[in-house]
């Protein structure tokens, strides 16, 4: 819990600023880049689709035989945040800033970083990093990324589900035979209140976290027309809140 609060001050106090890599140029000359610990996979694009798809290669070794098998599977969308490798940083232990060509994976809540493209990836699980501009913080195991700090803290949590065609559940492609398997990415908005993560309230329930500003915070999303379903309503009604508390 205290790592993750200290990132949080962190933020309130830094002024970082990402530079988005535009069109994913670094996915091109690091699709094929290895992770350690992993099989050689690369992203592709499906030409006639336009689908995002992950190619894995496997290499199987029949110890009776005395035999290799190499075949590879591709799957419709990736692990990896964004689907692809970006730019991004995170700070060291002794608070240097490191920037890395970087993969975010979803599946697995872990890091891969790497130099250049003539080198391997490695997976690490630091405590905070930016890709993208998004900054994510670590609590407990997992991996949330901050979307609003104040007096309520907006967290978002991503999830990502492999749904294989071999496993009997269903996916949408089974019909076509295309793709082995499809990964599903979902995501969730969560409240940071007194250092404990707690599910966003939803309906009539989210007003009572303003407590004696609860009807002005009801008339000012009436009035504006703002939408408690979008991301974006809830920032807007955040920070409104948080104005009204700021002394004059």
């Known amino acids: 819990m205290r790592r993750f609060t200290t990132f949080i001050v962190f933020l309130l106090l830094s002024n970082i600023v990402i530079a988005q890599i535009s069109n994913n140029k670094y996915d091109y000359f690091l699709r094929n880049a290895k992770v350690a610990d992993n099989s050689n996979s690369r992203i592709i694009i499906n030409k006639a689709t336009g689908d995002t798809t992950f190619q894995a290669f496997y290499n199987i070794k029949d110890i009776v035989n005395n035999t290799n098998q190499d075949f590879s599977k591709i799957y419709k969308g990736t692990p990896f945040f964004k689907n692809g490798w970006y730019k991004g940083t995170f700070n060291t232990e002794s608070g240097k800033k490191m920037e890395f060509v970087m993969a975010f994976n979803v599946q697995k809540s872990e890091l891969y970083i790497v130099e250049d493209a003539n080198k391997e990836a490695i997976a690490i699980r630091p405590d905070a990093f930016t890709i993208m501009g998004h900054h994510f913080s670590k609590f407990e195991k997992a991996y949330y990324e901050v979307v609003y700090i104040g007096k309520n803290t907006l967290l978002k949590e991503y999830n990502c589900n492999f749904h294989s065609n ?50 002005l915070i009801e008339e000012y999303v009436k009035t504006n027309n703002i939408s408690l379903k979008s991301e974006n309503g809830i920032v807007s009604t955040l920070k409104y809140y948080d104005s009204l508390e700021r002394p004059q």
């Open 166 to 215: 071999n496993s009997g559940e269903k996916t949408g492609y089974e019909a076509s035979g295309q793709y082995d398997g499809e990964f599903v990415k979902s995501s969730k908005l969560l409240l940071l209140k007194d250092e404990q993560v707690t599910q966003m309230p939803k309906g009539k329930n989210f007003y009572a976290l303003f407590g004696d500003k609860k009807t």
